[in-house]
């Protein structure tokens, strides 16, 4: 019997990671959890997935040879066989993924920026980048975020541990992003977007700085957004908060609510740290249906969990989850990290879905990496969410209707046992067996439907 979709699946306890399923296993049985999804009901459009160009990653990336450099690029770059990566973070300045602290302007009081350079970025950062863009034939949006800026701009006169943003600083600090813009162009990157702080509401022991909600709105109203506007940049893409779903409404609320601020604003970005809280992504674009949302970060902290099978679990609960809830990108953290989970100036370590045994030369597949891939390999930039229900608590899922006309459905099973899936689309039902602890992607061609 003809089959009205291929099947992609990632299983744990077996051989396949995003394996193509020629002969699909017997179902016995009932159908245990329904999940149906119509194209007829669109919903938001799909900008893409990705993850952050770091020092650290880029650091790595050098550490490794020509030959893994290239399956690196392969293995998230390439439109054929890669996870298809289309959008994608970088860092203004230094970062607690970077070597250390520093600054594209290291001289104290230097307002008029006559110092910018980024030479350090040219070293790693930069060359790693363009490497990526080379690697894909598709276009790639990028946008950038600053975690501190310079020492001598700040009340504590240090990158790290927090501080604030002198008042005196905060015009060079916005013409800091159009030079950075603008030198990232001269590079042959374009930058689509920029976020104004990384989580602007913590004191960390790595590069941050602190802003209130009222604080970043008036700083985008009154510096950001104008020194944009005034540069001939009124496209890039301003995203305010940049840090986790709690205090997600209570932060975008506050620069959404002043006309002069959000006329500047696209969207917010948000990170998965603390709390799930994924009902306050639907509630935010409920009260501003106009205004954009983003996941800008999430990774799985404390160490590196090489073949930890929850890393690629806790991933696609979070897209999918935020995808529903109509967020139009979702961007991971750190491409590649070494063995340690490092570099981190701080001790910071965290997993990346690539590892780099650098003292080995080896990289290791982590199961984020495939479970990502289930969404970033079918879901094409340009996608329309469809209206997607599961009968189940704990299976999820969502469907997306592509540019050619092809319609993805990707459903994940977090039990401990199988489930026999009832599959609804357009009318054609089918029963397929998921086993325990799996994720699949059903892509139904245009042609079949």
């Given amino acids: 019997m003809h089959s009205p979709f291929r099947h992609f699946l990632t299983a744990q306890n077996s051989s396949y990671r995003i394996s193509e399923q020629t002969s699909p296993a017997p179902v016995e049985g009932p159908a245990s959890v329904s999940v149906l999804a119509d194209e007829r009901v669109l919903f938001q459009t799909h900008l893409g997935f990705g993850g952050a160009f770091t020092e650290a990653a880029a650091h790595t990336y050098y550490k490794l040879s020509e030959k893994n450099r290239e399956a690196f690029l ?18 203004i300045n230094s970062c607690d993924f970077a070597l250390g602290n520093y600054a594209s302007v290291e001289q104290d009081g230097d307002t008029d920026l006559k110092t910018f350079t980024l030479s350090r970025e040219r070293k790693e950062l930069l060359p790693l980048i363009k490497s990526a863009l080379a690697a894909t034939r598709e ?12 020492a001598w701009m700040k009340t504590t006169g240090q990158m790290n541990k927090g501080g604030k943003l002198k008042p005196e600083y905060r015009t060079a600090w916005a013409e800091y992003y159009v ?38 709105r008036d700083f985008v109203r009154d510096h950001l957004g104008p020194a944009l506007e005034k540069a001939g940049l009124s496209h890039i893409k301003i995203i305010i908060w940049d840090h986790n779903r709690d205090l997600l409404v209570h932060r975008a609320s506050v620069a959404y609510h002043d006309a002069e601020a959000s006329k500047y604003i696209w969207g917010a970005g948000f990170h998965w740290y603390v709390a799930d809280k994924f009902d306050n992504v639907r509630l935010l674009h409920d009260a501003w249906p106009d205004k954009h949302l983003l996941f800008t970060e999430g990774c799985q902290e ?19 989850n935020d995808l529903n809830r109509w967020t139009e990108g979702w961007v991971d953290w750190n491409l590649l990290l070494d063995e340690q989970g490092g570099p981190n100036h701080v001790g910071n370590y965290c997993s990346a879905p690539i590892l780099a045994d650098t003292q080995t030369d080896t990289l290791h597949f982590q199961s984020s990496y495939y479970y990502i891939g289930h969404f970033s390999r079918f879901i094409r930039s340009g996608a329309r969410r469809a209206l997607c229900a599961t009968t189940s608590d704990a299976v999820e899922a969502t469907a997306y209707l592509n540019p050619d006309g092809s319609l993805a459905v990707v459903v994940m099973n977090p039990l401990d046992e199988g489930i026999s899936l009832d599959l609804s689309v357009s009318g054609q039902t089918t029963l397929v067996a998921q086993p325990a602890h799996s994720i699949s ?9």
């Fill in 179 to 216: 030079r950075y813009i603008r030198e990232m162009e001269a590079e042959g990157i374009a930058i689509w977007g920029i976020t104004v702080q990384n989580e602007p509401a913590a004191v960390q022991p790595w590069d941050s700085c602190v802003y209130t909600a009222e604080e970043e």
């Fill in 139 to 150: 276009k790639v949006l990028l946008f950038a975020s600053p975690w501190s800026p310079p």
């Fill in 441 to 449: 992607t059903f892509v139904y061609p245009a042609a079949d439907r």
């Fill in 302 to 320: 404390a160490g590196t969990h090489i073949g930890a099978w929850h890393l690629g679990e806790r991933y696609a609960r979070s897209i999918i």
């Fill in 74 to 91: 392969r293995a998230y770059f390439d439109p054929a066989d890669g996870n298809r990566y289309t959008l994608c973070r970088t860092h």
